[in-house]
């Protein structure tokens, strides 16, 4: 499996964009990279998820690097809900566990 | 996410008993997942299943059984709890496009055994 690697822990403020990055360096070609986050105990939610093009939905945009190395998830406007830990996951296709590192703890202040 | 629900929320059990969580799903996918959440432990696999007629088991399913009683619902059981299963279980399903598959949970039920 490809192993990322995130920053434990990051802060940022309230309204402002939150740039999540992680490292993928061993990522093959048909992996794909995806986020999720898990609010304090509640089910982890989806985010979104690439492959080889910048992406963007209602919640985040994800940009990924040309050689496929690195990543950083974009929150364009965090809020105080947004207060969770993000996961990055690059998943083998064909491998049905999502398996969750110890992801980035984000915490958006007032 | 509410196309995913879990029931019960919360349970609070005894050591010996049977219990069983229950998930249904309106996403009309096809694969549906369990998995339990322990402290610093991450999510691990216990069953999962690509369609009615098809169960397997993840990496911790001894304890447990399911039930694929239709697509829209997965049942876990724990045919006798031992306070060693108490942790926070998820349900999950999920729609698979090739390379591409992205799962969707439930909101969760916290065990309790004692």
């Known amino acids: 499996d490809a192993k990322t690697t995130q920053p434990p822990s990051m802060d940022c403020a309230e309204g402002r964009a939150a740039n999540l990055p992680c490292n993928h360096s061993?990522?093959?070609?048909?992996?794909?990279v995806y986020w999720y986050r898990q609010i304090h105990s509640q089910g982890p939610q989806y985010i979104i998820h690439?492959?080889?093009n910048n992406e963007t939905n209602e919640m985040a945009s994800l940009i990924i690097t040309e050689d496929r190395k690195s990543s950083t998830l974009i929150l364009p406007h965090a809020t105080l809900r947004d207060t969770a830990v993000y996961y990055c996951i690059v998943r083998p296709p064909g491998l049905y566990k999502l398996s969750f590192g110890a992801g980035t703890t984000v915490t958006v202040r007032a | 996410d509410a196309d995913v629900t879990q029931t019960p929320r919360n349970r609070i059990t005894k050591t010996g008993k049977r219990i069983m969580l229950e998930c249904s799903q309106t996403k009309g996918h096809d694969r549906m997942y369990w998995y339990r959440q322990d402290p610093g432990l991450g999510l691990r696999l216990i069953y999962y299943s690509f369609d009615v007629k098809d169960i397997n088991k993840g990496e911790i399913s001894d304890g447990y059984s399911v039930s694929r009683q239709a697509q829209a619902k997965f049942s876990l059981s724990l045919e006798s709890a031992i306070p060693n299963q108490t942790a926070l279980y998820f349900c999950?399903?999920?729609?698979?496009?090739?390379?591409?598959?992205?799962?969707?949970f439930g909101p969760g039920t916290r065990l309790l055994v004692l």
């Open positions: 690439g492959l080889k």
């Open positions: 999950a399903t999920s729609d698979a496009k090739g390379y591409q598959e992205t799962q969707y």
């Open positions: 061993t990522i093959s070609g048909n992996e794909y």
